[in-house]
């Protein structure tokens, strides 16, 4: 069992920068692939950044690739997302995930979930 707890969402203007974290639970956590996905208010939750049990792999949507930087501290027992050069679009609620089979692009790739942090960029 993980259990995961999101933080750092505020709001922010637009071209600014801010840094979710992801605190896990667990002995297992370093086992784990982790992402963060998003969902704003009357769309689906999409994909936004995975990485691998030991860093090795760490892959971003097109949407935010070369302004959001996915890592993970294992000893921390804590997964980051450093996002960048915010744009109003990127408003919506973060979410942390954890795949005990490994990482994935899908949500169904994922076993635990936490509840969330809100971001909101205004221009």
């Known amino acids: 069992q993980v259990q995961l707890v999101e933080s750092g969402g505020r709001s922010v203007r637009a071209g600014g920068s801010l840094r979710l974290s992801c605190a896990a639970s667990?002995?297992?956590?370093?086992?784990?692939?982790m992402a963060w996905f998003r969902q704003a208010p009357g769309k689906e939750r999409e994909f936004v950044a995975a990485i691998s049990w030991n860093g090795g792999i760490a892959y971003h949507a097109d949407s935010v690739k070369g302004r959001f930087t996915i890592s993970r501290d294992n000893a921390k027992n804590t997964v980051y997302l450093q996002m960048n050069s915010l744009r109003p679009e990127d408003t919506a609620v973060y979410y942390c995930?954890?795949?005990?089979?490994?990482?994935?692009?899908?949500?169904?790739?994922?076993?635990?979930w936490g509840q969330g942090t809100q971001v909101t960029v205004s221009s």
């Open positions: 995930a954890a795949g005990s089979a490994g990482w994935g692009t899908t949500k169904y790739d994922y076993n635990y």
């Open positions: 667990g002995r297992t956590f370093s086992s784990y692939g």
